[in-house]
Every structure is written in C-alpha cells, then in structure tokens.
T-cell receptor, first 113, second 116 residues
Framework: GNSVTQMEGPVTLSEEAFLTINCTYT??????LFWYVQYPGEGLQLLLK?????DKGSNKGFEATYRKETTSFHLEKGSVQVSDSAVYFC????????????FGAGTRLAVHP | GAVVSQHPSRVICKSGTSVKIECRSL??????MFWYRQFPKKSLMLMAT?????????EQGVEKDKFLINHASLTLSTLTVTSAHPEDSSFYIC????????????FGPGTRLLVL
C-alpha cells in the first residue's frame, strides 16, 4: 500500500543553520507529494508541493524536489529562523479515489537563537 | 483565500453525550471534505471522506455509527461523535478540497475534544 516515512524528530538547530528533513514514500502510480507545516496550536498549512518527477516545490525559503528514482521528497532550507519552529509533515496524494492524503509521522523542528 | 474554519475549537463533554463539530469552507465550495484524527505527537489519521449530498466513505477500522458525518452543502460538513467516551478524546481536523478539483487540501484549525 501507499505510505510515507519521515525522519524522526525532534530536530534541534541553531538559527541560520541548514535544515534537511528526509521523506521517502511508497506508492503505486504517480502520486503528488506535499509538505505541510503545523505551528503550535494551529492547523496544518500547505508549505509546498510537487506533482511530477523532478518538480521542485518551494516556498518561504523551503525547497523539496520530487525524486522518483529514490522515491524521496526531502525538505531543505538554507538558513532556518526561530519562527520556523513547528511540526513538518510529508504527505502523498495517491492517484485515483478522492486524492486522499497519506501523512508521514511528522518531524518536530525546534530552532534556537 | 482558501480558508477552512472549525467550530468549536475546543469542547469538553461528559462520557455518554454526543458532540457535533462543524467544518466550513469560507471562501470556496468544497465537494469533498476529509476528517482526520490526530493523537498527541502523532500524525494525522484519515477517518473518512465526506462528499456533498452522498454518504461518507469511512476508512477501515473507523466506526461509522460512532462518527456520523453529514455533508449537507458545498461549504459545510459536520462530524458527530456519538456516545462519546474518554478514548474518543483527541484532536479532530477537517480539510476541504475545492470544487475545481485541484489536489490541494485546505485544513481547518482543528477541534480539541476532551471527554470526561
């Protein structure tokens, strides 16, 4: 079946450090891939997405590239800020059906000044 | 744009009572809404897919008589937790996909349910 695996957190970084959160997936067909972010006390917000192989999604300095050969969609940011502290969820939307989202377990990021 | 609201944001109820949670798409029409449950420090678990004017599709292991879903209009879906028990305490989140059929789901802020 379809599944998403994320690196376990928490990830603790100093401000301006480089961030990578690994995400790999298992899916039939050609899923779309997403990163969602959940700030403390809030609902999920779409951070970025990619709908086909080699697409790069980007937003707010975050980037992720859809790598079909390695079934990965790793999230990166060159210089994190304290305000980036949140939980990050990788997700896929399988083809067919109602485009149900399948989420990874989430990775908590804590950025310290 | 693309705002989804939930009401209430937080509810405490006694065991055995029923609780209704509303999910509204404020500035777009949603033929499909999704209901998720999130346990502390865990990921979101899809409970059911709600389609306007038809019966909801429940995921395996989710009791449809326990979690009643109604999607009466293109902007409103409700989840009713019937005869709630302490183990139903959780964070319930809805999302909506717009009428245009684009893949992006927009999430509500969630409803925290505590059953005493």
């Amino acid at each position: 079946g379809n599944s998403v695996t994320q690196m376990e957190g928490p990830v603790t970084l100093s401000e301006e450090a480089f961030l990578t959160i690994n995400c790999t997936y298992t899916a039939t067909g050609y899923p779309s891939l997403f990163w969602y972010v959940q700030y403390p006390g809030e609902g999920l917000q779409l951070l970025l997405k990619a709908t086909k192989a080699d697409d790069k999604g980007s937003n707010k300095g975050f980037e992720a590239t859809y790598r079909k050969e390695t079934t990965s969609f790793h999230l990166e940011k060159g210089s994190v800020q304290v305000s980036d502290s949140a939980v990050y969820f990788c997700a896929l939307s399988a083809t067919g059906g109602y485009n149900k989202l399948i989420f990874g377990a989430g990775t908590r990021l804590a950025v310290h000044p | 744009g693309a705002v989804v609201s939930q009401h209430p944001s937080r509810v405490i109820c006694k065991s055995g009572t029923s609780v209704k949670i509303e999910c509204r798409s404020l500035d777009f029409q949603a033929t499909t809404m999704f209901w998720y449950r999130q346990f502390p420090k865990k990921s979101l678990m899809l409970m059911a897919t709600s389609n306007e004017g038809s019966k909801a599709t429940y995921e395996q292991g989710v009791e449809k008589d326990k979690f009643l879903i109604n999607h009466a209009s293109l902007t409103l879906s409700t989840l009713t937790v019937t005869s709630a028990h302490p183990e139903d305490s959780s964070f319930y989140i809805c999302s909506a996909r717009d009428l245009g059929g684009r893949e992006t789901q927009y999430f509500g802020p969630g409803t925290r349910l505590l059953v005493l």
